[in-house]
């Protein structure tokens, strides 16, 4: 069973960082791609960066670009979101998933919480 654990949240001043970090396990095969949303208060939740497990492409929503990066550790089974010059904006919950067989993203951890104070 696929198995998504997020770690790194915390309150953090804005222009300041954070490091999320997305456990994976379960997985049989390679060819897929980790992502994270994210969803702030009484928001739809969206998506902030993705990457395909085999191969390293990598793809970030626009109001994230040059401030977030996605990366992997294959040897840990683990992608990572790190996040720079933190605006309130980016207050909310981040979510970590996985597609399954049919490409959509079928698994989802329980979220951690990012709380930008400005």
């Known amino acids: 069973q696929v198995q998504m654990v997020e770690s790194g949240g915390g309150l953090v001043q804005a222009g300041g960082s954070l490091n999320l970090s997305c456990a994976v396990s379960g997985r049989t095969t390679r060819n897929y791609v980790t992502g994270w949303f994210r969803q702030a208060p009484g928001k739809e939740r969206e998506f902030v960066a993705a990457?395909?497990?085999?191969?390293?492409?990598?793809n970030y929503a626009d109001f994230v670009k040059g401030r977030f990066t996605i990366s992997r550790d294959n040897a840990k089974n683990t992608v990572n979101l790190q996040m720079n010059s933190l605006e309130a904006e980016d207050t909310a919950i981040y979510y970590c998933?996985?597609?399954?067989?049919?490409?959509?993203?079928?698994?989802w951890g329980q979220g951690t919480q990012v709380t930008v104070s400005s």
């Open positions: 998933t996985t597609t399954g067989l049919t490409g959509s993203y079928e698994y």
């Open positions: 990457t395909r497990w085999s191969g390293g492409d990598t």
